[in-house]
T-cell receptor, first 117, second 112 residues
């Protein structure tokens, strides 16, 4: 399968612990997005990478959150000192670069569900 | 990006057409209408997008009104696997990058 993959699928942690999630985008997709989704809500944008450059961060991305995409391929999202409010589904999406036109079609992974106890 | 309004839930009988409406009265002339869906515990899945003309692909049809203030996503023969939350999103053309702004969507329940 050549879709977007995320690991782990589920993570349970205690408040105050650090967690790291990984996203492997579709091969040769140079755009990568992270979203967060809480229960009953649609996904909310967190951050965006063009190749290895992090070009945009949402205000939702507090200083406890950090994302990297070191070689322009896979990406990691780390949350430090987790809080119960961080419990959510963390979704990764990738897309090929386009210029002009209708905008890129984003392909989502299955998400990582985080539960902070 | 313009805001969209969708009914919170809809029901559909299996095998019948599911027509999901979306209002986007403040849409700008260059903004596209996108539809995604999210099956329970999965990531969102792209369905279709359009600008002015009606569009059809293997998954669905998109009907956009002439004034572009509303649209309807049509699943011609709904199956139980189409049960999902359907999101209507309005986006500007790609001028660099463009995130997706999701609302709460419409929960479509397809019943036997």
């Amino acid at each position: 399968d050549t879709g977007v993959s995320q690991d782990p699928r589920h993570k349970i942690t205690k408040r105050g612990q650090n967690v790291t999630f990984r996203c492997d985008p579709i091969s040769e997709h140079n755009r990568l997005y992270w979203y967060r989704q809480t229960l009953g809500q649609g996904p909310e944008f967190l951050t965006y990478f063009q190749n290895e450059a992090q070009l945009e961060k949402s205000r939702l991305l507090s200083d406890r959150f950090s994302a990297e995409r070191p070689k322009g391929s896979f990406s990691t999202l780390e949350i430090q000192r987790t809080e119960q409010g961080d419990s959510a589904m963390y979704l990764c999406a990738s897309s090929p670069r386009t210029s002009g036109g209708p905008g890129d079609t984003q392909y989502f992974g299955p998400g990582t569900r985080l539960t902070v106890l | 990006d313009a805001k969209t309004t969708q009914p919170p839930s809809m029901d559909c009988a299996e095998g019948r057409a599911a027509n999901l409406p979306c209002n986007h009265s403040t849409i700008s002339g260059n903004e596209y209408v996108y539809w995604y869906r999210q099956i329970h515990s999965q990531g969102p899945q792209y369905i279709i997008h359009g600008l002015k003309n009606n569009e059809t692909n293997e998954m669905a049809s998109l009907i956009i009104t002439e004034d572009r203030k509303s649209s309807t996503l049509i699943l011609p023969h709904a199956t139980l696997r189409d049960t999902a939350v359907y999101y209507c999103i309005v986006r500007a053309p790609d001028s660099g990058y463009s995130t997706l702004t999701f609302g709460k969507g419409t929960m479509l329940l397809v019943s036997p």
